[in-house]
């Protein structure tokens, strides 16, 4: 269970914390509504140092309604009150009080003689061990079998609010054999593949489409308010108020503009589309950039639709120079929340230096104007100090990052492709989970951890050193699926893009068949490796 895994509470003064917190108005911080305590108890956690106890009470005729308190005051003794209700408080705040196992039992008759409390040492970044949960790989979407041939899902976004249901945000083509990304949302309970999709809104939109606001852009010219795709979402759960319109999610995703993707499609379509000047047509990536959609929804999750939504144009690092062609431009967002620092935003961008082709990282704190508008005060480069490819050699390029936070250690987990890829494959073959300290990573001070990875079986390393002709040099924490490829993963996260379960970490990524991009255009479309494309889930425990 999640409370098991919370380690040990305190019960406050000498009732075994029955009944409520002794507190002032004060203390009392937060409030929630219909939680398991396992919920309670993770969000104190996730509030860092100002919570320092939660109350957690079962009210109504059979107890069918649940009350959660946070407190930001150590509590030295309860008060009788009617009904299951108990207190506990963090390990560190209290010397007055007894040990338990925090667990949903907690409001039946305690033990006669508590255990004694576990000794306390504090959290410490190079000791968090990952273990994997051999039997938890699930299938999660199979988009061909829920619409038929030809379809593709990739890049998820995840989030759960602890009632086991997660939420996926996914790319996903909306018309079959075509390339365009719209995003889907789905939702599915932990133990089960999801069978049905909503497509929320289509890569491409013209002005005045299904009653499309499109707002003012500035200098962002209306003949390109539409764009081909929409993908690589990344969704923060807050309420913002955009222009006097208040709105409960913020969606941040990848998108080209239309008239880049013309070009492609004068090349590889043979249609009538104006090739612009001075253009390859082979590869409009460095195009790419990120937009920003609003939208509420979550509560009804059956018929979700953003109901309610508007475009910026997103070009946070304007004083960089333009990417150049065949390189990726800005995109592939992910969002943390860092307690006291704030939420922040991560995304990937092509910056090359010279002749020297890069994929990096970069990210800033996420800031919203009183308009509602993002802004990315504080960008700068994300350190690869300590990121090494499958042999141990330092990467130099990042790409399919994910970002979550580990309150109760206090720590960053990243997860990212793990390099080198396939012979022949424009995807991973592996994918990296990498460990930091907060500290260590706003500081730049420390370098990443490598805690597992995940990649096909026991002799996928050997292949590949054969392959690139190097020699294998360092063992690997992994996790084998039996399957070829392993390419955009995501951690299962809380809304504010935090880490749900301190003890417990889920990773969807995609896999595919190892095709050949070559068999794609040969076969006339009917090969191509991204109709393989699956959504996957596996599980590891976090010590």
């Known amino acids: 269970m999640l409370a098991n895994a919370l380690g040990y509470w305190r019960r406050p003064g000498h009732n075994h914390g029955m009944g409520a917190c002794a507190a002032g108005n004060s203390s009392l911080m937060q409030e929630h509504w219909d939680l398991s305590e396992e919920r309670c108890s993770v969000l104190c956690i996730q509030a860092g140092s100002e919570c320092l106890a939660y109350e957690y009470s079962r009210l109504g005729g059979r107890g069918q309604y649940s009350k959660c308190e946070l407190h930001s005051e150590a509590i030295q003794r309860t008060v009788p009150s009617p009904g299951a209700v108990v207190c506990r408080m963090k390990p560190e705040a209290s010397t007055t009080s007894s040990w338990v196992p925090a667990h949903p039992s907690v409001l039946s008759v305690p033990p006669s003689t508590p255990p004694p409390p576990p ?66 949302y789905i939702n599915r309970r932990e133990d089960q593949e999801a069978l049905t999709t909503v497509a929320m809104y289509p890569g491409v939109r013209y ?14 010219p209306w003949q390109h308010n539409y764009y081909w795709n929409a993908c690589e979402p990344a969704v923060l759960a807050r309420t913002i108020t955009y222009r006097r319109q208040k709105f409960n999610n913020i969606m941040f995703h990848t998108s080209m503009p239309i008239e880049r993707f013309n070009c492609i499609r004068y090349l590889e379509d043979n249609l009538n589309a104006p090739a612009p000047p001075n253009r390859t047509c082979l590869d409009e990536s460095e195009a790419n950039d990120i937009h920003v959609v609003y939208f ?55 910056d090359s230096e010279g002749v020297y082709t890069r994929w990096n990282v970069h990210f800033s704190p996420l800031h919203f104007d009183d308009n509602g508008e993002p802004h990315l005060p504080q960008l700068r480069e ?70 597992g990875v995940i990649y096909e079986d026991e002799y996928y390393p050997a292949r590949l050193a054969a392959a690139h002709g190097v020699e294998l040099s360092m063992p690997h924490n992994a996790i084998h699926t039996g399957l070829k490829r392993h390419h955009n993963p995501s951690f299962v996260k809380a809304g504010d893009g935090n880490l749900l379960d301190p003890h417990r970490l889920r990773i969807y990524f995609t896999s595919a068949d190892d095709t050949p991009a070559s068999d794609c255009p040969a076969s006339h479309g009917e090969t191509c490796a991204e109709w393989s494309y699956k959504l996957w889930v596996v599980e590891a425990a976090l010590h």
């Open 119 to 184: 000794p306390h040492r504090p959290p410490d970044a190079r000791v968090v061990q990952l273990r994997w949960r051999r039997d938890s790989l699930m299938l999660v979407y199979d988009a061909k079998k829920v619409h038929g041939n030809h379809r593709f899902v990739h890049s998820p976004t995840v989030l759960n609010n602890g009632d086991g249901v997660d939420h996926i945000f996914t790319c996903h083509n909306h018309i079959p054999r075509t390339f365009s990304d719209w995003v889907y």
């Open 382 to 451: 994300l350190s690869k100090r300590g990121i090494t490819d499958l042999f141990g050699r330092q990467v130099d390029l990042l790409s399919n990052v994910d970002v979550t936070y580990d309150a109760h250690r206090d720590m960053v987990y990243m997860l990212t492709d793990l390099y080198p890829f396939p012979l022949n494959s424009r995807v991973s073959g592996a994918a990296q989970i990498l460990s930091i300290s907060r500290r260590g990573l706003l500081d730049q001070s420390e370098p990443w951890r490598q805690v």
């Open 207 to 220: 002005p005045g489409q299904f009653g499309v606001w499109w707002g003012d852009l500035g200098d962002w």
């Open 296 to 350: 509420d929804g979550l509560h009804n999750t059956e018929t979700l639709t953003p109901l309610q939504h508007k475009f910026l144009r997103f070009s946070p690092t304007v004083n960089k120079p333009q990417p150049r062609p065949f390189e990726y431009g800005i995109g592939q967002p992910s969002i943390a929340t860092f307690g006291t620092n704030g939420t922040w935003l991560f995304h990937t961008y092509g």
